[in-house]
């Protein structure tokens, strides 16, 4: 409203922009060059993260989710980022009482791992690098 320029005009002009970006950015390396040299076997990074939420009004509910890590009310994610830097897995939300074992457990990760085993997508020797409280 404020250049007087149609929505449309706008929408596929931030289109193209990032499908330039996306072109031109994609054939980047994101892994620092350190990383490669010192970790080449590695294929993925397993974290879980926590989203800050609301106070629920259940105190059933408000129990479930509060973490005790991050001192207040979350849901709890599994991520694991591949080596190029592009999400490979996101697990649904959990409740942030959860503890990240039982997240990693119950998330179907490792059974993504097997079929992705099975199938030779990854290979003996292949490593998976871990925060430390993800045994």
């Not at 922009?17 to 993925?44: A, G, H, R, V």
């Not at 989710?65 to 592009?86: A, C, F, I």
């Not at 791992?113 to 993800?134: F, T």
Request: hydrophobic share 40%.
């Amino acid at each position: 409203m404020r250049f007087n320029v149609a929505e449309a005009t706008i929408s596929n002009t931030f289109i193209i922009w990032l499908n330039l970006l996306f072109i031109q950015l994609s054939t980047l390396e994101n892994m620092p060059k350190k990383f490669k040299e010192d970790y080449p076997n590695n294929i993925i990074i397993i974290d879980c993260t926590e989203l800050k939420i609301q106070c629920p009004s259940s105190l059933v509910i408000q129990s479930q989710s509060y973490s005790n890590y991050k001192s207040t009310n979350t849901l709890k994610s599994l991520v694991g980022v591949e080596s190029m830097g592009g999400f490979m897995f996101v697990s649904q939300l959990y409740r942030g009482s959860i503890s990240n074992k039982q997240i990693v457990f119950r998330s179907g990760f490792l059974n993504l791992l097997s079929r992705k085993k099975e199938v030779s997508e990854i290979l003996e020797g292949d490593s998976i690098m871990a925060d430390k409280g993800l045994t």
